[in-house]
Each structure stands twice: as structure tokens, then as C-alpha cells.
């Protein structure tokens, strides 16, 4: 059973810094490239940051230079350090991994149930 559990949004003012956590768990977590993508209301999801196994990163444009993705292998856990935040940063954050799943006949995008973060202006 895979499950991927975000935690450390919350309301923040504009200017300001949150890092989020995501645990992993019935994975082999350091095999795997790990995401985060954030959902607005009322728009899509889109995509945010993604570190792979041998520690290579990317971003969207819209954060590059202001959030840094890192990984803890040993506590199974991606983190999403934020900052300088915006106001159009507030969103639903979520984790997600493409995880070998025989059950489902390949792989299968598992996601997170998302942490709320809200940047106050």
C-alpha cells in the first residue's frame, strides 16, 4: 500500500517562507522521482518541482529561484522549502510518485490528500 501523507502548509504572509514534508510509505522511496504539482481553485494542476533518485531537480518557471526541493531517503520524506512567497503561490500542494504497482497492471501516479497553503497579501 503506497500512501504519500503532505504536512507543513498553513497561512503565511506574502514575503514569507513554509516548508512542506511529504512521507512516503510502501515504496522503495529512494529508487523513485518524486513531485510536487499545486492546484488552485478553480484552475488546474500544475506542475511545481521534481527531484529524481540521483538528486537532479527541476521547477516551474513561477518558482524557480524561490522554492528548493530536497529529499531524506533515510525518513522516506521529500521536502518543498518556499520561499519568498506570492499570493499567486496559494494553492493545494501536492506530492505525487509514479510507483510499480502489479495490482494495477504498471505503474500508477499515487498522490498525496494536499496541504492547503494560503499567502496573505
Known amino acids: 500500500q503506497v500512501q504519500l501523507v503532505e504536512s507543513g502548509g498553513g497561512l503565511v504572509q506574502a514575503g514569507g517562507s513554509l516548508r512542506l514534508s511529504c512521507v512516503a510509505s510502501?515504496?522503495?522511496?529512494?529508487?523513485?522521482?518524486m513531485h510536487w504539482h499545486r492546484q488552485a481553485p478553480g484552475k488546474q494542476r500544475e506542475f511545481v518541482a521534481r527531484i529524481t533518485s540521483a538528486g537532479n531537480t527541476n521547477y516551474a518557471d513561477s518558482v524557480k529561484g524561490r522554492f528548493s526541493i530536497s529529499r531524506d531517503n533515510a525518513q522516506n520524506t521529500v521536502y518543498l522549502q518556499m520561499n519568498s512567497l506570492k499570493p499567486e503561490d496559494t494553492a493545494v500542494y501536492y506530492c505525487n510518485a509514479a510507483v510499480w504497482t502489479a495490482t494495477r497492471g504498471g505503474y500508477y501516479d499515487y498522490w498525496g490528500q494536499g496541504t492547503q497553503v494560503t499567502v496573505s497579501s
Open positions: 510502501g515504496m522503495i522511496f529512494s529508487t523513485h522521482t
